[in-house]
């Protein structure tokens, strides 16, 4: 029997990982199973630890073969190829997508309190599970990975197949697999103890990887003159939210994000926004709007004056902290987000210095849009026809200094490729140019 457990087998499988030590690397376990064996990663390569939550989409009548894949944060992932020869049709994608979301966001809500805030954007993403037998998921989940903005993408498992090893090569940039028997049957039969891990167990192991790299009390904090990196609790009114706040050394700005509706602080396409603007020498603040109780009620979703209420306080609290207090602020809205913050920087105390709005529903404040005083840039897909009405009417009413750019062939999410680019190279422009200490 080649593994005692999963963890003996993660303990293996970190040996033949330890090379990426340091390529910045995020260890992302495949629930259930592979979250123990990435675990054991994890603490070899010093690396985050977070899971990986995606369904395949599986052809109606051959459920194995994947016709695509979704993941958190809307993203999906399709093959044309597949869809093409099996006769799919639109209807049958609608169906079985979304089933397959609602198990997503189910899975997510049920682990988001124990996961680390690491965008996998320009870093190594490490996709670990405890074996594999077709690997249809092992591809699904890398090619969300590559959506997240994942630098490289390397699958790493204690066992599989040699057929199904060779399949994936083209896929990731690296496989590593330590086992890879021409008689296989199946993954368990590698494995002294191969009992079910619960759900619990994964949240466990979350916590205990999180805590690990947390500086202890007492000890050396992150957060110091020189800048902040690293997860907050933000406290707005009686709620307290997680968040991921990160300050550069020397920042010139800070910018605080409002996601669209659907979305959290975990939000692919903020994260690659955010980490351009910390490149520009900004720092960043991603935190959920609303509590996982709230956002049950989607009424909460689209309470833009709840939403903007929200991101004040937590505006509030951000200059209370000694690593934000002397920095001028700027709100960076997508979608629903940024009808929340222009209507939070219309506000007659209002400290915000400069509003960005991505595909933004500035409609959605309208009554106010006339008190906002920060200058406000307004980008918006050249595809996304009905939002680009939306945001030439709101460039109308806005009295401040205001700018609507147009990129073209981009459609609302900004999903084409280099226009997310556009998009964050316009925000970093717009905040240095008006985020002067």
Not at 105 to 112: G, N
Not at 344 to 365: I, K, N, T
Request: with cysteine; proline share 6%.
């Amino acid at each position: 029997m080649p593994f005692r457990d999963r963890h003996e087998a993660g303990r293996r499988l970190a040996e033949a990982l330890l090379h990426l030590r340091d390529a910045s690397p995020t260890v992302l376990g495949l629930p259930r199973g592979g979250v123990p064996v990435a675990f054991e990663v994890a603490q070899a390569l010093d690396a985050p630890l977070d899971v990986l939550i995606v369904r395949k989409l599986g052809v109606p009548h051959q459920p194995e073969l994947g016709m695509g894949a979704v993941g958190e944060d809307g993203v999906r992932v399709l093959n044309p190829e597949v869809i093409r020869g099996s006769g799919v049709t639109e209807e049958d994608i609608a169906q079985i997508e979304a089933r397959e979301r609602i198990a997503v966001e189910q899975r997510a809500r049920l682990f988001c309190g124990a996961r680390p805030d690491v965008s996998l954007a320009g870093r190594t993403a490490i996709i670990v599970d405890d074996g594999l037998a077709t690997g249809g998921t092992a591809r699904a989940a890398i090619q969300v990975a590559r959506v997240h903005g994942a630098d490289r993408v390397v699958l790493a498992v204690p066992v599989a197949p040699p057929d199904t090893i060779d399949a994936l090569q083209s896929d990731a940039d690296e496989v590593v697999c330590l086992a890879s028997p021409e008689q296989f049957w199946a993954i368990g039969a590698w494995y002294g103890d191969f009992s079910p891990t619960v759900d619990r167990e994964v949240i466990d192991l979350l916590h205990e990887a999180r805590k690990a790299r947390t500086p202890a009390a007492g000890g050396s904090d992150a957060r110091t003159h020189a800048g902040y990196d690293g997860d907050v609790e933000v406290h707005a009114g009686e709620h307290v939210l997680p968040g991921s706040l990160t300050i550069p050394p020397g920042a010139s700005g800070v910018v605080v994000f409002a996601h669209g509706s659907g979305s959290s602080r975990h939000s692919p396409r903020n994260r690659y926004v955010a980490d351009a603007l910390q490149r520009g020498g900004l720092g960043t603040l991603l935190f959920d709007l609303l509590s996982p109780e709230e956002e049950v009620d989607r009424e909460n979703v689209f309470d833009i004056p709840l939403l903007a209420r929200r991101l004040a306080a937590a505006t509030d609290w951000l200059r209370a902290q000694s690593v934000a207090r002397e920095l001028p602020v700027g709100y960076f809205g997508a979608s629903t987000g940024a009808g929340a913050a222009l209507w939070a920087a219309a506000e007659p105390e209002s400290p915000v210095q400069a509003v960005v709005s991505r595909g933004g529903r500035p409609d959605l404040a309208r009554r106010r849009l006339r008190e906002v005083r920060a200058p406000t840039l307004l980008i918006v897909g050249g595809r996304d026809d009905l939002v680009i009405d939306l945001n030439r009417e709101a460039a109308g009413h806005l009295r401040c200094e205001r700018r609507l750019e147009i990129v073209p062939s981009a459609t609302h999410l900004f999903e084409e490729p280099g226009t997310l680019e556009v998009v964050a190279e316009l925000a970093c422009r717009w905040f240095v140019d008006h985020l002067a200490t």
